[in-house]
């Protein structure tokens, strides 16, 4: 699947200008303290009339903090690859970290990304094999697909800190260790436009948010690596 060239290159151009800003004052973060963000995510999506309606399921919005930057973690992240599924769908990290891809199926899988950002490919392998990974180090939006199964999808979100979260069902997050200062809180999600809001944290203090998401999108089929259709399965155990 693909959401709009539009929206796509409006997130990649967001986080790379606030990559520039980070660097800048990334030397700081140690004498400034930190503190926390804790809120919610309304999140509103098309209703069968033409209007739009409140969604009950608020999870799966990536919030992040831009503002600061800060060196990866030497963590590995996993996106694993399961009953024909990413997991997770979406999956943020810093700059400079590295995701293993294991494959939990007993078939074949070929994760693959055609991004501006991070175009790569990890050719065939299954659940004998060994868990192939791949190294992110540049800030932006990578959409992950599989050349064999077109359903299955994930977005990597490359940001320049850790301070994200990914909202649960009830579209609360909390976001810890956030340096403090002038900031600009961040929401987005597949179908939707990012959605900002500035704020001031403050060291040793939990600072309250909540930002509207408009999840109005169509999100087209995709290609294979090559730019050719998926064709149709004749089978379920492909």
């Not at 608020?58 to 992040?64: F, K, L, Q, T």
């Not at 868990?131 to 180090?137: A, I, M, N, V, Y």
């Not at 403090?180 to 987005?188: I, P, S």
């Not at 109005?216 to 492909?238: F, L, Q």
Request: negative net charge.
């Amino acid at each position: 699947m693909r959401f709009s060239a539009a929206t796509s290159a409006l997130l990649v151009a967001a986080i790379a200008a606030a990559a520039i800003h980070e660097h800048a004052l990334a030397h700081d973060a140690a004498e400034t303290g930190t503190g926390s963000l804790r809120g919610s995510i309304t999140v509103h999506e098309r209703s069968f009339f033409g209007g739009l309606r409140e969604r009950e399921d608020r999870s799966g919005v990536v919030v992040y903090v831009t503002g600061f930057a800060r060196s990866a973690p030497s963590r590995v992240a996993t996106l694993a690859q399961k009953n024909k599924r990413f997991d997770p769908k979406i999956l943020p990290i810093v700059r400079g970290q590295t995701i293993q891809f294991p494959n939990n199926d007993p078939i074949y899988h070929n994760v693959f990304s055609v991004s501006a950002i991070h175009e790569f490919d990890l050719g065939q392998y299954r659940s004998g094999d060994p868990p192939r990974s791949e190294l992110f180090d540049k800030p932006g939006l990578v959409p992950v697909y599989c050349n064999i199964h077109p359903d299955m999808i994930s977005y990597v979100v490359v940001l320049e800190n850790d301070a994200f979260a990914v909202t649960a069902a009830d579209g609360s997050f909390v976001i810890p260790n956030v340096r403090a200062g002038r900031l600009t809180l961040n929401a987005w999600m597949p179908g939707a436009q990012r959605t900002s809001e500035d704020v001031e944290v403050h060291a040793g203090e939990e600072t309250r948010a909540a930002l509207d998401l408009v999840q109005s999108e169509k999100i087209a089929p995709h290609k294979r690596k090559d730019g050719s259709d998926y064709p149709k399965p004749r089978s379920d155990d492909y």
